[in-house]
């Protein structure tokens, strides 16, 4: 499915840059074009003008001046006295240049009959774009310069094809350039639609995977109850007592894991609210010491307690958040720790943070765990796994730690064991 997604995502954001990449393309293309056409139209005239003034001031056209004058060989001058080609005209250009030419004039004068009948003393002059079948444009100009013996008509023409040329040059340019573009934009887009895939496919993944060990945490307190709900309905009044409180028991073990997957839930769906107020760390870390004081008692530990001499500022924190985190570890501390074990809480104020510690002397946790153990339902070898745990607590401390913007971090106690450590900011 996500291959799939990958594959419609790169097209789509591919044919969209690669639209607008075109679009940008050929817009400064025709914005281009026109500039250059234009300012080379503008430089024909201005290059004839030139000529004609040149041309006003000799009395006759010789071969060799037409040679020193037209030395661009895109210019073809033709010029008419009384419709006959002048001679100097006639051997500068070949039989097909003439009737491009006397096409060309009549083109010119049909289309400006006024320069053909002028009568002025000063040179008139068109010039206009003339367009042939299967060959370049021509820039012409129509020209009728006066003379003492009456005027002279014809024309100038200028070849494009050098113009032609420079505008396909740039065409294949810019395509080289698109393709090279879109093919890059591909690339990228591949590269992109993956790494924003990547976290929602790992999401997916890890709701299939939270789902799964779910179901399989849930399956064995169900199966125990189901046994203990058949035993009782054929066991005596003494042994339907035993039966009811392993129902119970497994009940309790069943809301315990549905409550922490609540609570993931809401963190996933980021409806997971904090309080927060000024609270004092110290206060805290003392009332949660004396709760599990008699629990500690219980199972032979010693719970110590070590705070700074001078007085803490107030932390903006969610104090029961907090104080749910210390339980968590407290809690994992007593599972973990041998008879005799120690377990400090301790406290410390640096200067933009607080820094809370859970140390124990139990039997540690082993570096190849230590990369997993905020992960769900994450459970490291048999001595480090107990009944009552289902591998949730330490994922919902990183979650409220981290919804606090917060740090929680473990380390190896000295002498052996693990200490956890939680970072909240002032």
Known sequence: MYKKLHRRLTLIFSGITA??????????????????????????????????LNLQQQENF??????????????????FDRDVLLPSCALVLDKEERELAEEACAYGFSLYPSVKTYKGHTPSHKEFVYKT?????????????????????GVILYNTLPLRRQILHQRLRFAMLNVLGIFCLCLFSWFYTGKLLAPIQASHENQNAFIAAA???????????????????????GERETFLGTIETESRRMSL??????????????????????????????????????????????????????SVSKCPCDQDRIRQVLEILISNALSYCSQGGRISLTLEEKTSRFLLGVRDTG???PDKDKPYI????????????????????????????????????????????????LELKK
Not at 23 to 29: A, D, G, I, R, W
Not at 34 to 45: G, I, P, Y
Not at 133 to 153: H, M, Q, R
Request: charged content about 20%; glycine content about 6%.
């Open 19 to 52: 639209g607008i990449l075109i679009t940008m393309s050929l817009f400064y293309l025709y914005l281009y074009e026109k500039d250059v056409t234009e300012n080379s139209f503008l430089s024909f005239s201005q290059e004839v003008s030139s000529i004609i």
């Open 62 to 79: 010789s071969s060799l001046w037409q040679a020193s004058v037209f030395t661009n060989s895109l210019f073809l001058p033709a010029f």
């Open 133 to 153: 079948e299967g060959k370049p444009d021509f820039y012409v100009s129509a020209i009728n310069l006066p003379k003492n013996s009456g005027s002279l008509t």
């Open 215 to 237: 179901s399989h945490e849930l399956r064995t307190p169900l199966a125990v109850i189901l046994s203990a709900v058949s035993a009782t309905k054929k066991a005596s009044p």
């Open 257 to 310: 894991l549905v409550n922490d997957m609540l609570t993931l839930s809401r963190a996933d769906n980021h409806t997971f609210l904090l309080h927060s107020a000024p609270a004092e760390l110290d206060t805290l870390l003392v009332e949660t010491w004396e709760a599990f004081r008699p629990l500690a008692r219980e199972h032979q530990m010693h719970l110590e307690i070590l705070l700074p001499e001078n």
């Open 363 to 365: 039997t540690g946790i």
């Open 374 to 421: 905020f992960d769900r339902f994450y459970r490291g070898d048999a001595s480090r796994s107990a009944k009552d745990h289902f591998g949730l607590g330490l994922c919902i401390a990183k979650e409220i730690m981290d919804a606090h913007l917060g740090k929680i971090w473990v380390e190896d106690t000295p002498g052996g064991g693990a200490s956890f450590f």
